[in-house]
């Protein structure tokens, strides 16, 4: 079993409707989480940084975390076709091992 | 502010051959990582540095794979003799240090195929 489990879709939606995306992990120690964005043949892009349990919401973008059921979430208000791209969750215990999910592909159709 | 520049973009070798890559990070980011993502995974650490010192190289191949950081700003991976199952995308990273080293920027990656 993975450390962290992530579903790679494919997720396709209209534009305009909320993206939902999830990540679960197994490793109680991890404290920092993060997501990113990465398009085709690029990089990945953070996009959100959080620590701990709680909320954090950037514009149309609101990262969530749940230590107790150790599950964090992001989701992507008003869709854009600009949004497609693969969404990677991150996590680390309190350095710089990166522990990533596999990515989930999201397309926002026009 | 420029990010992570890595080159080349893209890189077709054949197999045994050596290949290199390069990273220059961002300006005032003293910490510096490789990274290996192969097609539909997450990013895999290679090795990691600290200034010029390789701190973590611990997932590094080391019989194939070598890296070095002179001067402690860019740096360079090589691969020699090159392997099929090396054909992925290589990228580079770089973040502050001093508790912030788990927020990592990404640089471009270099898509490597060995035919």
């Known amino acids: 079993q993975k450390e962290v489990e992530q579903d790679p879709g494919p997720l396709s939606v209209p534009e305009g409707a909320i993206v939902s995306l999830n990540c679960t992990y197994s490793n109680s120690a991890f404290q920092y989480f993060m997501w990113y964005r990465q398009y085709s043949r690029k990089g990945p892009e953070l996009l959100m940084y959080t620590y701990s349990s709680g909320n954090k919401e950037d514009g149309r973008f609101t990262a969530q975390v749940d230590k107790s059921s150790k599950y964090i979430s992001l989701f992507i208000r008003d869709s854009q076709p600009s949004d497609s791209a693969t969404y990677l969750c991150?996590?680390?215990?309190?350095?710089?091992?990166?522990?990533f999910g596999a990515g989930t592909t999201v397309t926002v159709r026009a | 502010e420029a990010g992570v520049v890595q080159s080349p973009r893209y890189k077709i070798i054949e197999k045994k051959q050596p290949v290199a890559f390069w990273c220059n990070p961002i300006?005032?980011?003293?910490?510096l990582y490789w990274y290996l993502q192969n097609l539909g995974q997450g990013p895999e650490l290679l090795i990691r540095y600290e200034n010029e010192e390789a701190v973590d190289d611990s997932q590094l191949p080391k019989d194939r794979f070598s890296a070095e950081r002179l001067k402690g700003v860019d740096s360079t991976l090589k691969i020699q003799p090159a392997e099929l199952g090396d054909s992925a995308v290589y990228l580079c990273?770089?973040?502050?240090?001093?508790?912030?080293?788990?927020?990592?920027?990404f640089g471009p990656g270099t898509r490597l195929t060995v035919l």
């Open positions: 991150a996590m680390s215990e309190n350095d710089y091992k990166l522990s």
């Open positions: 300006s005032g980011h003293n910490t």
């Open positions: 990273a770089s973040s502050f240090s001093s508790g912030r080293e788990n927020e990592q920027f």
